[in-house]
């Protein structure tokens, strides 16, 4: 056990995934002897040489199109877009190309690649590097979504990726990098890729997030504990793609009511897939409608105006009252 | 477009016989035997026949998406030729005849055609992608294909095809930058048919010819008689072979044309193109030039050429029939087709259909 950041156990679960496959490689812009803007990758390329971890020219697509053709030939590779806003770059090799590899050869060809990414806000960068695309993704057959919320998640669930013979995009918070240490396990252990994990046990409510929203939810749920005398039940759900319903369904049986808090925009994304189902397998166990908290339908803003975009704890709070009161 | 047919200021042109069926460069000819130069002549009036009788049957509602060949056989058959087994090719749509040489049955072709999902499910030693659909991707995939076989140390090349009008798509130069960049064993192959759909290819660049894009990524480029299949073979196997020495990656443009529409689907190119255009290239159809090479020296007659025509008759309707018999698809195979491990949601909704099917 050691006390790492996310961003360590990051760099500790490709070095150990690096280490046991030999068809593991890593690339990207700037991972090689720089070791990624975010220092993911420090240190990889000294001990695992130029061949496994190296620096790729500065080309989105042509990253995923190396990516995609490296793991038709069998190798595993784990590619990184630098800040996820670049990612419309590489939208056809992603969603075009390795989500539909499997489907279009009737699994002759297959596509085991991981794609990692930072994203998410409230950490003043220019524009298109802090936007949450996850629902594009999710709404992609044939991809799995995935985004981690403490690094315990981050090594185990990034190892369950990089071994998974499917596509998986692995985005990475840039606000949870490194906003806490935990004890992280040194040896390689893996964290199932499709199931929600229930992060504060409550019998009142049902409150669901992901990525940095995860700590939104939580203060607001203590708020509510402390103020209201209130039990709120925090669900993260890990996985954006597949949802895993169950573990949604099997609070809502105990809370009878329920709400989503997302760091994206309103509209057509993850929280309404995440009603959706709601309402598909659980709605007879609900007392009131499922809010979503969010920001508005606009693009992601300028840094400027980000702290009173995102949610926070207060509107959190707010709608967690209106849960209850409805 | 004549004006390009003779030597460029920015890459070299090669043709080894002109349309006389003369041989114009004996230093390009390549080392063929007799009967491997009568194979490419076979594989060419096969290709030919192929294309009248798939253009058939796309009419009749017999196959489904079909781009036709004609014009483009020398291209098609003197580049795959070049290549061996091992090598691996990475199609556009247009480029069903490499794949067929390459391995891809025949029948599995015509299912791929339908829309049937067993189309591409190919042998496992067989080397080529599904022919891309989206221009240009296939060129990036095609550095991975090759970076793979590199660290590998496998002594096989990655090989792949798009249009003149491919080679303006981002991918296009991103595929190439990359290969040159990681020193690749690589072929781009860009068959300059003259027209992306409708569209010419002086709106499509300013630049003289295709192949000079080579020279910003750093990797030769060569300029060929994509109607001349000794030249394109020459060419193709000096770069598979430059390839596979280590020597990096190479871009041809090959100078061709197609005679019929782009697709099936209801293209009309005498909407941009002019008849007198289209004699014009007749002169040079690839077909008639091989077989006056071949006439000249006795090695051709039409006899022989009657008989490759009945044999692909007989294949294609026997293909046909295989095609006929493959087993109706499933909405439930297509989901189990979409990950390893089918994820909870998908196997709820695989049960819903396997309901109905059953």
Redesign the interface.
Known sequence: MTQRTMIQAITNALDLELERDPDV?VFGEDVGKNGGVFRATDGLQDKHGQ?RVFD??L?E??I????????????R?VAEIQFFGFVF?AM??LI??AAR??????????VPLVVRSPFGGGVKTPEMHSDSLEGLFAQS??L?VVIPSNPYDAKGLLISAIR???PVLFLEHMKLYRSMRMEVPDNAYTVTL?QAKVVREGKDMTVIAYGAMVYTALQAADEMAKTKGVQAEVIDLRSLS?????TLVASIKKTHRAMVVQEAQRSAGVAAEVIA?INEHAIYYLEGPVLRITPPDTVYPFAMIEEEWIPDTARVVHGLEQTLSL | MSAVLEQTQWVPFKQVLNSEGRVVDPDLMPSLSQDQVRELMKRMVTLRVLDQRAVRSTRQGRLGFYAPVAGQEASMIGSEYATRKEDFILPGYRDIPQCLYHGWPLEQWMLWSRGHQQGMEIPPEVNFLVPQIIIGAQYVQTSGMALAFKLRGEKRVAITYTGDGGTSQGDFYEGINFAGAFHLPAVFLVQNNQFAISVPVNLQTAAETLAQKAIAAGIPGIQVDGNDVLAVYAVTKQAVDRARNGDGPTLIETLTFRFGPHTMSGDDPTRYRSKELVNEWEQKDPLVRLRKFLTIQGLWSDEEEEQVMETVKAEFTEAMKKADSAPKMTVSSLIDSMFEQLPQALQRQRAEFARQEA
């Open positions: 490689l061949k790729t020219p080309a697509s042509g995923l199109g190396l990516a995609n053709g490296l793991a038709l030939q069998g190798f590779p770059e056809d090799q075009g190309q590899m499997r489907y279009r050869s009737h699994g002759r060809f297959h057959p044939g799995r998974n013979n499917d499709d597949p949802i895993d319903t169950d189902q």
